[in-house]
């Protein structure tokens, strides 16, 4: 789908049924082997995220500053941007079929674009939502990964959350590609109620990052600690 068209879909649609945005703080020591680790020593990193559904749709968008005192292993740059923007249309609203209760739940027309220092790559594909036990939200796309550096390739994302308590919860992503494998993982306990905060919700813990390149032994596992508030 071309932007401009998907910007005019997003402008038409007046039922904003929910929205959030989060902003994060990470901190961790990423000294391996990828192109995401750094040459020595840690890295700290500044999240913001924002999700909305729409009239035909939904939408996540985010940004990550990373800041590394003694540079990225390869690049040997201090301070590196990235960010996704993520838009999906319905085709089950579009064609006014009435949402599964089974486990597909509801299917989508979804594109990505990514963008950092020098890069760029457009996915295009399909998307589903899924019913699973124990979880809130359960959502799969897969996608052909149209990039500016090597070769084009495939691309299967999946994002999941689960509220174990009042007090815990679990919430991740993963990235499958033809060339490598990314997964964050996070678990925050929600610190508003015992500091009285009543709007939005700030939570504290850590997130599991792990990244691998396929079909070598190049990978690293980093846990991070974080702060995250929501509203």
């Excluded at 890295?43 to 003694?70: C, I, M, Q, S, W």
């Amino acid at each position: 789908m071309r932007p401009s068209l998907l910007a005019s879909l997003l402008l038409a649609s007046a039922l904003h049924a929910f929205s959030t945005t989060n902003l994060q703080y990470l901190y961790g020591r990423f000294e391996g082997p990828t192109f995401m680790d750094t040459a020595q020593g840690t890295k700290h990193t500044l999240t913001a995220e924002h999700y909305r559904t729409f009239g035909y749709g939904d939408v996540f968008a985010f940004v990550d500053y990373a800041y590394t005192p003694n540079g990225l292993r390869f690049s040997g740059k201090k301070n590196d941007l990235y960010g996704e923007f993520s838009p999906r249309i319905s085709l089950s609203k579009i064609a006014d079929i009435p949402t599964s209760s089974g486990v597909f739940k509801e299917w989508y027309a979804a594109y990505q674009h990514n963008r950092a220092d020098g890069y760029r790559a457009d996915l295009y594909g399909m998307g589903c939502d899924l019913n699973v036990p124990g979880f809130d939200v359960f959502s799969v796309n897969a996608y052909r990964k149209a990039r500016s550096q090597m070769n084009d390739t495939y691309q299967l994302s999946a994002n999941y959350s689960v509220t174990l308590s009042e007090k815990w919860l679990f919430e991740g992503y993963f990235d499958w590609t033809g060339a490598d494998f990314l997964t964050h993982n996070q678990l925050l306990f929600n610190l508003s109620p015992f500091l009285g905060i009543r709007e939005g919700k700030l939570g504290i813990g850590t997130e599991w990052h792990y990244y691998r390149e396929n079909g070598s032994d190049t990978d690293n596992s980093v846990f991070q600690a974080m702060v995250k508030y929501s509203w």
